[in-house]
């Protein structure tokens, strides 16, 4: 190869092995980047599954409590009778059931005095159980939306590496690969190169001047000639005339 083909042959093939670099940075950018999108996904299903749990939990403790409640206040009722009966009788009547003495009886309003601390526990697991759903629920979409990221990281990997074996087979292809198998081999190969031809070159240009010298030589030594000529027809052309004069 001459010496100006070599160096453009040499700079296309340190264009190749930078691409092949900058691939491999973007892919190792990339792997990691997916490995920390693998962690967050893990760590958001541990997260989704103790979620779960805790919704299992509250939901089983606000079930037992719900029949809890429920059977109080049915007890609750049923000690207060009908309210035909409540309306009939009064405190120190005999029960017409047991037939004991009737000590208290209780109103609408007792009974939901009795009720109400009951109901606010009550509404504290129901609270607890739609926190854990709400809870649930964002954790499913960060994990949905994390899951899309490492889809797309891994089809930009996947990417990537087509690049890099497209990239190496292109390099293990070019003329000057296995004499510069690796970048700093290339520059110093350009280096060298850019070096010789500038050298080269410089050959090239004080010849030039040495060639325009000799013409300029050869063109003053022409005019010289020819001056000479002009004089010696001028010194003949005279003599002649003096020698006609003479006769």
Known sequence: IENSQRLTALKELKTDFENHHNILIEL???????????????????????????????????????????????????ANLLKE???????????????????????????????????????????????????????????????KQDKECEDKISKKR?????????????????????????QQQISTSETELTSINDKLKTAQKLHEAVSNRNIEKEKASKLVEDALNEKTKTDNLISDYRK
Request: net charge neutral; hydrophobic share 25%; proline share 3%.
């Open 28 to 78: 190792e950018k990339l792997e990691t980047e997916r490995k920390g999108l693998k962690a967050q996904i893990q760590e958001t299903k541990e997260k989704k599954k103790k979620v779960e749990k805790e919704i299992t939990i509250a939901e089983e403790e606000h079930q037992e409590y719900q029949k809890a409640y429920n059977l109080v206040k049915k007890n609750l009722e049923d």
């Open 85 to 147: 009966i409540r309306n009939t009788y009064q405190v120190g009547d005999t029960c017409p059931l047991c037939g004991g003495t009737i000590h208290q009886l209780l109103t609408s309003v007792d009974i939901q005095s009795k009720l109400q601390p009951m109901e606010e526990i009550l509404m504290k697991r129901q609270k607890r159980v739609n926190t854990a759903i709400t809870d649930r629920s964002e954790s499913e979409g960060e994990l949905k939306g994390l899951e």
């Open 162 to 186: 087509s690049d890099k074996e497209k990239c190496l087979n292109k390099l293990e292809k070019h003329q000057l690969y296995r004499e510069c198998p690796n970048l700093p081999c290339v």
